[in-house]
């Protein structure tokens, strides 16, 4: 039976079974469109709420196949490292019945397997809202806004027709009584830099918009991550050279310093 024919008494069933922790691993999961197991459990089942480590692993083994049984969830073809690396090498998209109990707005998308470069890309972004959401249950930084595509594209101009800039995510982060928002790019050196100097370019028209500034007081400096240094150089190099661009609109972090600067721990 697919999520379409379930009925309401069949759906508040599943709701009284799946409440909780598992109707807020399926909403996590449509919120960033795919996850991995090892994220799920990294947010989800940490090892001080368990007798272990491993048991905390099982219990997300679990859990994340009986909310596939029901079709709440569903696993992609493509895991990470292979079969080999077993149950967790698992990624995760909201399935039809997880469409109908979270409500979710507008017709339910008929499910497709992803391009590899489409869940490198996503399941990269997954894991910095996994690692930012992890550094702040060890310190005094806290999330205050996380929002993934679309909620966080912004309109350059009102009505229909108009540009619109199409960040990855949009983070905001309390750290004691500063605020640091930030408009994330998660650049997996798949886009030649042209490509990077529009969009550049397309964040310093809707700045100068004022739009967000009106709205916030503020407006997000733009993070750009990159996977390498060699990478980073490249694309400060064009940051640098390049004629109309607000240089402090933007800050390039290679992958393994990007907690650390969203966060506030790196100034």
Same mark, same amino acid.
């Given at each position: 039976m #697919? ?7 069949? @759906? ?9 922790r ?12 795919l996850?991995?197991a ?6 989800y089942?940490?090892?001080? $709420?368990? =007798?272990?480590?491993l #048991?905390?692993?099982?219990?997300c083994?679990? @859990?994340?196949?009986?909310?596939t ?17 077993? &149950?967790? &090498? ?31 890309? =996503? ?16 310190g005094t930084?806290?999330?205050l806004?996380v929002e993934?595509?679309p ?13 619109? +800039? ?11 009584? @500063? ?10 050196? =798949? ?10 370019h @397309? ?9 967000e ?17 060699d990478?980073?150089?490249? +694309?400060?190099k ?9 240089q402090? +609109? ?5 992958e393994q $310093?990007?907690? $650390?600067?969203i ?5």
């Amino acid at each position: 039976m #697919s999520g379409d024919r379930l009925g309401s008494r069949e @759906l508040a069933e599943l709701r009284n079974r799946f409440g909780g922790r598992p109707m807020a691993i399926a909403g996590q999961v449509a919120d960033l469109r795919l996850m991995s197991a090892l994220q799920i459990q990294s947010l989800y089942f940490q090892p001080s $709420d368990h =007798t272990s480590a491993l #048991s905390a692993a099982r219990s997300c083994r679990r @859990l994340l196949s009986a909310l596939t049984s029901a079709r709440v969830l569903v696993r992609l073809e493509r895991r990470i490292g292979g079969v080999h690396a077993g &149950s967790s &090498s698992w990624i995760y998209a909201l399935g039809a019945v997880g469409h109908r109990l979270l409500e979710a707005d507008g017709a339910r998308p008929r499910f497709r397997e992803p391009s590899p470069l489409f869940v490198d890309h =996503t399941l990269a972004i997954a894991q910095l809202v996994v690692d930012v959401t992890v550094a702040t249950r060890r310190g005094t930084p806290e999330i205050l806004n996380v929002e993934p595509e679309p909620r966080c594209w912004r309109t350059l101009a009102h009505g229909v027709g108009g540009e619109w +800039l199409k960040p990855d995510l949009f983070v905001a982060i309390g750290n004691g009584e @500063l605020e640091h928002r930030w408009f994330i790019e998660m650049d997996r050196a =798949t886009a030649h830099v042209p490509a990077l100097r529009r969009k550049c370019h @397309l964040y310093q028209s809707y700045y100068q918009t004022g739009r967000e500034q009106a709205a916030h007081g503020v407006f997000p400096r733009v993070c750009w991550i990159v996977p390498d240094a060699d990478r980073a150089q490249r +694309l400060i190099k064009m940051l640098d050279g390049e004629r109309g661009l607000t240089q402090d +609109l933007f800050t390039v972090v290679v992958e393994q $310093d990007a907690v $650390d600067l969203i966060t506030g721990a790196r100034q």
